[in-house]
């Protein structure tokens, strides 16, 4: 994963995003994410940590699709994915 997306990433993060509201079972979901990150690893992931690694892989999936399809992909998201 590019190292913008990392858990752990060293720059100090400067934006938020306004909050999500999730229903039972998405949050179950991200609950099962981090712990399978977390032993992946053997680290310790947040729910925070694991939608930013989730957000990374979509983003990063969908640059593949767009270049794939020849749309452009603006090159913040370029420099984002490495």
Do not use: C
């Not at 310790?44 to 999936?61: C, F, Q």
């Amino acid at each position: 994963m590019a190292q913008s997306f990392d858990p752990r990433h060293k720059n100090k993060r400067s934006h938020k995003m306004p909050p999500v509201r999730l229903t039972d079972e998405e949050r179950l979901g991200v609950e099962w994410l981090a712990s399978r990150l977390s032993s992946a690893d053997t680290a310790d992931y947040t729910l925070s940590d694991a939608i930013r690694v989730a957000l990374g892989m979509a983003i990063r999936e969908e640059a593949r699709k767009a270049e794939a399809a020849g749309e452009p992909v603006p090159d913040a998201v370029r420099r984002l994915l490495g």
